[in-house]
């Protein structure tokens, strides 16, 4: 392996540890999260219209706090009624 | 006066927790301080060996629990800090043969002769670690910057939380100046985001640290050994002083004059 080009190592192992901690301390599985985010989109979108490709939601961590952020974005409404 | 209860615990094992109890507690005596320390790995003793005093065992926590001694003849006297005593652990039975109440009326029964209590948590997360919390006023944590031993780590931080344990403080053990400085390392600042607790003290590795458990003479007594130095500076913080933390980069040695020599760093 080239010296000058490869990855560090701590880089990556920081990375790795960040996404194992979140579902260690959750006790949430990556597929768990996804069904979550699946019932999640279909709720909401009984009530209103929602772009499901631009849907981002993940837990993040601050300190020792977990959160579940979700970035939900509406398709206009205005537009449709005008059509 | 009534003693500080300290637990030092891990979750996963061979991080250096016995290593680290014997030390500090060295370390605390050396500074005049009264110490028990206490091993909780009932069936896995070590810190006996570690400390250099496995031939002077006759009773241990067990039989005070079971009523075969009182707790005074399970104490062991250190060879050199007449100050600091040994309660060792049963090396015969398993942990059930102590219960978190056992741990917690040993301990209100060292309080009122002593300074510190420094109990050495067995590895895992089970009956012996819960027995080791139970008596605990401050929880040490001690981890290495390396994946498993941090993941381990954070479950042990999130059962103390879970507990109200308060918050637990870190040590950062067997850290490798080189390989962090190369990016190959985590570092203590990774760490500690990661973590999201306290640090109480980064101790760098050390060969010294074997030689001292070698001779069963804690690596604190060596007045040049840098881990020695990391205990030390630990041992002062427990005693709520204000000790900067050690420059890690200022390596001297052969290895660090060739790096210098060669340019690289």
Known sequence: MNFFTRKKSAASAKERLQL???????????????????????????????????????????????????????????????? | MTAQVITVTSGKGGVGKTTAVANLATALAMDGKRVVCIDGDIGLRNLDVVMGLENRIVYDIVDVIEGRCKLKQAMIRDKKYPEMYLIPAAQTRDKNAVSPSDMVRICNDLKSDSDFVIIDSPAGIER??????????????????????????????????????????????????????????????????????????????????????????????????????????????????????????????????????????
């Open chain 2, 128 to 265: 012996g670690f819960r027995n080791a919390i139970a008596a605990a006023d401050r929880v040490l944590v001690v981890t290495n910057p390396e994946v498993s031993a941090v993941r381990d780590a954070d479950r042990v931080v999130g059962i103390l939380e879970a507990e109200e344990k308060g918050n637990p403080s870190l040590i950062l053990n067997r850290l490798n100046p080189t390989l962090v400085k190369n990016n190959d390392m985590l570092s203590a600042e990774d760490v500690l985001d990661l973590l999201g607790i306290q640090l109480i003290g980064i101790v760098p590795e050390d060969e010294n640290v074997i030689i001292g458990s070698n001779k069963g003479a804690p690596v604190v007594t060596d007045a040049k050994s840098r881990a020695g130095q990391a205990f030390r500076n630990i041992a002062k913080r427990l005693q709520g002083q204000d000790v900067p933390f050690m420059d890690l980069d200022s390596q001297s040695g052969l290895w660090s004059a060739i790096q210098k020599l060669t340019g690289r760093k």
């Open chain 1, 20 to 83: 194992v901690l979140v579902h260690d301390r959750t006790d949430l599985t990556p597929a768990q999260l996804e069904a979550l985010k699946d019932d999640l989109l279909k709720a909401i979108s009984k009530y209103i219209e929602i772009d499901p490709d631009a849907v981002q939601i993940g837990l993040e961590r601050d300190g020792r706090e977990q959160r579940l952020v979700a970035d939900i974005p509406l398709r206009s409404v205005t537009r449709n009624r005008a059509g």
